[in-house]
Structures are given as C-alpha cells and as structure tokens.
C-alpha cells in the first residue's frame, strides 16, 4: 500500500498544483469579467486539457484547465448531451460531452462520474439562485419523482451488476453512481443538523439535484448511488415521494473482503477516516471512536455496519423498500431479476434480456475490475468480523452465520 498511495499523492499534489497555476493564468487572459459573473446565463468554458488526476476525478472541475468563451442562455441545459455534474452550495456545474458518446451506456461505462469527466469538453457554470429561479419557472420542481427509481446499497454487493441489467433493458436512462448526490452528501453531512425527515432545510437542494439529474419528466430514470448516498435516505421520499425506492446489500464477510480488494491500495487508515467517517451519523462515529482499531478492515466494517443501520431505521415505519441480498441473486437470477424489476416498473419480459449481463464483468471498464483486484488475495480477519458483530448489537443490526450475514433485514425478497 505505501508505495501506490506514495505515488498516487505524489501525482496528486504536483498535478493539483500545476493545474491551479495554469488555471489562473488563464483566467486572468481571458475573463470572465464581472459582468459576465453576474448574469443570468452560464458561463461556459472550453476544456483546454484534463489532468487526469485518479486520486479526485469524477466531480471536481479544477481538475480541467478551462477557458472562458462566454455566457450562454438557460436553454443551453437542456441540450441531450449537456449534464449536471458537480455542486455546490452556490453552483452547480454542467458538462458537454464529447459527440457520439452515450454516458447511460453502463455496460460499456459502470460508473458514470467517470465517463461524464473523461468525455467533457465543455463546461457550464450557473449560480444557484438562478437555477433555482429557471426550475420554479418551468415547474420542474413540482415533480414527484414517480419516473425515477433508485437502488441504494451497500456497497460490492452485485448492485453494479443489477445495474447492467437494467440497462441491458434500454427500459431506462442509467446513472450509475452520479457524482453530484455524492456533492449533497459532503454538504449536508457537515452541518449540525443530522440528516432526519424533518430537516426541511436539506430538501431543496436534493430536489433541484434530482431535477437536473432527471430532467425529462416522460423517460423513465434509474439510479444506482455510491454506498453512502445511504445517509441521505430519510429525505429521498420526503422530496420526491412518487420515487421508487429498493435496497441491495450482501453478507459482511464478502462485503468487507471485496472492499479490502478493491480500495485498500488507495490510502492508508487516516486517509478513509478524513473522508468517509465525519459522514456517517453522529452514534455511528461515536461508537468508532470509542472502539476505534487502527485496521482498514475495522474501518469498512463501520461503514457497512453504519450502511445498514440507515436502512433499519428507516424501513421500521415503511415497508415500500424492498431489500434484495447478492446472495438471493445467486440463488435464483431469474426469480430475483423477476422480483426486482417489479419493485423498479421494468416489464419482466426483459429479465432474459437482462441476464445476458452476467456473461462479462460489470466493472471490466473501470480501475475496480475483476482482472485488476483478482490478484489482491487479502481476506477480513475474523478479529473485525467478531469486533463488528459486537458493533452491530449496539446499532441492533444483527449478524449470523459463517458470513456474518444480516438477519434482522426488514421486507426481504428471498429466492
């Protein structure tokens, strides 16, 4: 692990910093000018080169070096090859993507903050007010969401593969894992207000992004999130309620070892605490902290654990969640795929279809195939699987068997 992460922040930072110099140079040669800044319009910038820097990619657009050309009007959105793909509290970004590409294709692009970055060549820039303003205008935000569907999960659980499947249907626009509800989980994560229902603060923004992430109210969207879009889930229905919902999981014995395989080579400990623990909710990390184990395996252990708690106490007083296992979709595909479908509004005459999927790697496209982490024989020692099931009682989440699997699921569908 240490010399990939060496290299990997050594490129980072000499990268990061050259790309800001040049960035301003030439912002200072070519505008915008303050006038343009405060339009009405986008701002609109050329993709001069991409930086390519792995260890951020996907959602921030410093990583381009970009040249202003002017501002465009609103209707510049709603081009079919114009996308949201970062935000902030005060913008959000667009790109253009590069003729013939088609970002949806998640058989041939798993994850899509991915393709959206590596295909830019034009990005938009807007303030949020003014998107706002162009949402109310057009009535978007009176949507209810009854054309989107969403598979939360936990994470190495087959949910990208379920992913392909559904695109195999060409029933749906697929986005798979969009980096802009990562943005509203790093937002609202940070404030002092937990993450409840009642947060009515929080709605807005993750409507507008839902919006903007759907924006044709007569085609049918599936989303499939990271992992932890999971801490946003007590406002999905709350924002949208015509949204169809459904959750994937797996036993944490494979879950924690496919995980380990995958990212483990990304960064030390310290690395995933910066990042991932500030985001889970405050009993969450007290418990890390109080029986914190300086182990990568400890580590996403809590994040699972912390996964599936989300979904307990959501699901205690709702029953239109329907939760699906890997271990299910390996038992009986056609039965699962049936199932799942159903929950999502797929016609179940393209399950055949859909399992056609299963004949390759879902991720083969990606730094997280099987041909690259195969090799990676590292396996969760029964030390943190113990130390979890322990974790687990505390959060009621219950744990069983040889896997270590969770047994207090609510509203199951099992083959």
């Not at 060549?121 to 057009?138: Q, T």
């Not at 409840?196 to 085609?219: C, G, I, S």
Request: hydrophobic share 40%; with cysteine.
């Amino acid at each position: 692990m240490g010399l990939t992460f060496l290299v990997m922040a050594t490129k980072t930072a000499v990268f990061g910093l050259l790309s800001r110099i040049l960035q301003l140079i030439v912002t200072i040669l070519f505008g915008p000018s303050n006038r343009d800044r405060q339009s009405n319009g986008v701002l609109c910038y050329d993709v001069l080169y991409d930086w390519k820097i792995f260890a951020l990619q996907g959602g921030d657009p410093t990583l381009f070096t970009l040249k202003f050309t002017g501002v465009k009007d609103l209707t510049w959105l709603e081009r079919d090859d114009v996308t949201l793909y970062h935000v902030t509290e005060k913008e959000f970004f667009f790109v253009r993507s590069k003729p013939g590409v088609d970002i949806h294709d998640a058989g041939q692009h798993p994850f899509l903050y991915v393709v959206k970055h590596d295909t830019a060549v034009e990005v938009g820039r807007v303030a949020r007010e003014v998107i706002v303003d162009y949402l109310r205008g057009s009535g978007k935000l009176e949507r209810d969401g009854s054309n989107i569907s969403i598979l939360h999960n936990i994470g190495r659980c087959g949910s990208t593969l379920v992913t392909s499947m559904v695109n195999k249907t060409r029933q749906c626009h697929v986005l798979s894992e969009p980096i802009a509800l990562m943005d509203v989980v790093n937002i609202l994560t940070v404030k002092e207000r937990a993450i409840t229902r009642d947060a009515v603060e929080y709605f807005d923004l993750l409507k507008e992004v839902l919006v903007l992430l759907t924006p044709d109210p007569d085609k049918k969207y599936f989303i499939k999130t990271h992992s932890q879009i999971i801490y946003l889930l007590p406002l999905f229905h709350q924002v949208m309620p015509g949204m169809r919902e459904a959750y994937m999981h797996r036993a944490l014995r494979p879950t924690v070892t496919s995980m380990l395989r995958a990212f483990s080579d990304f960064g030390p400990l310290w690395i995933m605490e910066k990042m991932f623990i500030p985001q889970m909710p405050k009993k969450v990390q007290k418990l890390w902290f109080e029986n914190r184990v300086t182990e990568f395996g400890h580590s996403i252990t809590i994040m699972t654990l912390a996964n599936f708690y989300l979904y307990l106490n959501e699901t205690k007083d709702r029953n239109d969640i329907k939760s699906f296992s890997y271990e299910s979709l390996v038992a009986d595909k056609s039965a699962f795929c049936k199932s799942l479908f159903r929950e999502l509004g797929i016609d179940v005459e393209y399950v055949d279809l859909a399992l056609t999927a299963m004949e390759k790697d879902s991720q083969k496209n990606s730094v997280i195939s099987k041909a690259k982490t195969g090799a990676n024989k590292v396996e969760v020692t029964e030390e943190a699987l113990e130390w979890g099931k322990r974790i687990g009682k505390t959060l009621e989440v219950e744990l069983d068997g040889d896997d270590y699997r969770f047994s207090n699921i609510q509203h199951s569908w099992n083959s």
